[in-house]
């Protein structure tokens, strides 16, 4: 890791979705020479009293982390930063992201794209340009739940949702028998069960693409070529 404690550290909306971020990370990286090694940047559990708010995660605790300049330390530690935030709240005052356009909606790519330089104008132009492909970002389209639908629906058209995806999931749970996942209660374990065939490379690849934002995080982790060393 190059003198580097961890190889990401994870800045998420909250526990839930970094429990599935680091699950896609595991299976992504699945069959090099050891796994991945994370750091939960955000939310922070080992918050102190002064910075409170970052043991809660809401995008707009992301974006101060960003803004605040935390994510220097994160990366003094860790080779890499992941910002994971989803895009059903980018409307809002503050995220200032439309997600339409001329009354129509706008094509997952280029929603990824806006909300990736709303990110990065939170990070600051020198700090992009100096940390570089050091920075990843995570946007799910329009919730973290609709990366986790092609693991459970059977049919394409729910595989493919962008919208909906928290009660399309529920349903295609139940119908397996599996525990329902809510965003309110922040039940990890639930999530992690949702989210466990992504542990698998091939089944990440193979039904992770199939969710349009799913799939650009995919492309922009093998466009980076990273490879992880054995630990000295």
């Known amino acids: 890791m190059s003198g580097y404690t961890n190889d990401f550290a994870l800045v998420a909306e909250g526990v839930t979705d970094h429990a599935v971020l680091k699950t896609v990370l595991l299976g992504f990286f699945k069959g090099q020479l050891r796994e991945p090694k994370f750091s939960m940047s955000q939310p922070d559990r080992d918050a102190t009293t002064e910075n409170e708010w970052q043991r809660f995660g809401n995008w707009e605790n992301v974006f101060r982390y960003l803004?605040?300049?935390?994510?220097?330390?994160?990366?003094?530690?860790?080779?890499?930063?992941?910002?994971?935030?989803?895009?059903?709240?980018?409307?809002?005052?503050?995220?200032?992201?439309?997600?339409?356009?001329?009354?129509?909606?706008?094509?997952?790519?280029?929603?990824?794209?806006?909300?990736?330089?709303r990110i990065r104008k939170e990070i600051g132009e020198d700090d992009c340009r100096m940390y570089g492909e050091r920075l990843l970002f995570a946007v799910c389209v329009d919730s973290l739940e609709c990366w986790l639908l092609p693991l459970w629906a059977d049919q394409e058209i729910h595989q493919?949702?962008?919208?909906?995806?928290?009660?399309?999931?529920?349903?295609?749970?139940?119908?397996?028998?599996?525990?329902?996942?809510s965003p309110s209660t922040k039940q990890v374990p639930v999530y992690e069960n949702a989210a466990r065939g992504y542990r698998k490379r091939k089944e990440l690849l193979e039904a992770?693409?199939?969710?349009?934002?799913?799939?650009?995080?995919?492309?922009?982790?093998?466009?980076?070529?990273?490879?992880?060393a054995v630990d000295d």
Do not use: M, W
Not at 208 to 213: A, C, E, H, I, L
């Open 67 to 117: 803004r605040e300049g935390h994510h220097r330390y994160a990366l003094q530690f860790n080779q890499y930063l992941v910002v994971q935030v989803d895009t059903d709240c980018s409307e809002r005052p503050g995220f200032d992201v439309p997600r339409h356009v001329a009354g129509e909606r706008l094509d997952v790519p280029i929603l990824v794209e806006r909300v990736v330089e």
């Open 160 to 181: 493919v949702r962008t919208t909906g995806c928290l009660e399309a999931l529920n349903r295609e749970l139940a119908r397996q028998d599996q525990e329902r996942v």
């Open 208 to 228: 992770g693409r199939k969710n349009p934002s799913l799939g650009i995080f995919l492309d922009t982790l093998e466009s980076r070529s990273i490879t992880l």
